[in-house]
């Protein structure tokens, strides 16, 4: 089945700075990949996404690249804020349902 | 993209009793989820909600300790059987039709079994 990797695990930047987050699938018949922010005590929320016959996509300070044949994505935080401190998700499609990566701890510091 | 109401956001339960969780959405849609959250950890999918038929459950999860229901197009719940502590968890539930718009999730059930 559906296998998804995600690196790192934690990550600590000043704010102002950059963030990059890499996720990596197995299936090849993975066709939509979101990312998804989760605050302490909310449910996941939808912060991006993109699909597999689009290489980047961008809203504001976050974009994510997709490369197929690697079977890889990343998602690109600019200009990190504090209120960007979550944990981050991606996740892969199998069939209907989504796969998870185990998640990025982000931590901005003012 | 849809709105999903999740109850209770939180309980303490005893073990050896079961909790029922009820997921409302606030439009119609074919499919739902059900996912768990151990603390500190990713979401791993139990079992997908059909509506008109039984739910398809993912490895490792089974119909008698998480019984499942979807009796219309708007609405789920998933029941947590003869609870133990290993049970202790978040359980959220998502829809699921479209990815034109991404998969909603609601807010959470906290569960804490003592």
């Known amino acids: 089945g559906e296998n998804v990797e995600q690196h790192p695990s934690t990550l600590s930047v000043q704010e102002g700075d950059s963030a990059v987050i890499k996720c990596t699938y197995s299936?090849?018949?993975?066709?939509?990949f979101p990312w998804y922010k989760q605050e302490l005590g909310k449910g996941p929320q939808l912060i991006i996404d993109i699909r597999s016959n689009v290489g980047e996509k961008k809203d504001q300070r976050i974009a994510v690249t997709l490369n197929k044949t690697a079977k890889h994505f990343s998602l690109h935080i600019t200009e990190t804020q504090p209120e960007d401190s979550a944990v981050y998700f991606c996740?892969?499609?199998?069939?209907?349902?989504?796969?998870f990566g185990k998640g990025t701890t982000l931590s901005v510091s003012s | 993209s849809a709105v999903i109401s999740q109850k209770p956001s939180r309980d303490i339960c005893q073990r050896g009793t079961s909790l029922t969780i009820q997921c409302q959405v606030d439009?119609?849609?074919?499919?739902m989820f059900w996912y768990r959250q151990q603390p500190g950890q990713s979401l791993t999918l139990i079992a997908t909600?059909?509506?008109?038929?039984?739910?398809?459950?993912e490895s490792g999860f089974v119909i008698d300790k998480f019984p499942i229901s979807r009796p219309n197009l708007t609405f789920s719940t998933l029941t947590v059987s003869n609870m133990s502590p290993e049970d202790s968890s978040i359980y959220l539930c998502s829809d699921g039709d479209s990815p034109n718009y991404g998969y909603t999730f609601g807010s959470g059930t906290r569960l804490t079994v003592v």
């Open positions: 996740a892969a499609s199998r069939g209907t349902a989504l796969i």
């Open positions: 299936d090849s018949a993975s066709n939509y």
């Open positions: 439009s119609q849609v074919t499919m």
């Open positions: 909600a059909n509506q008109g038929s039984e739910a398809t459950y």
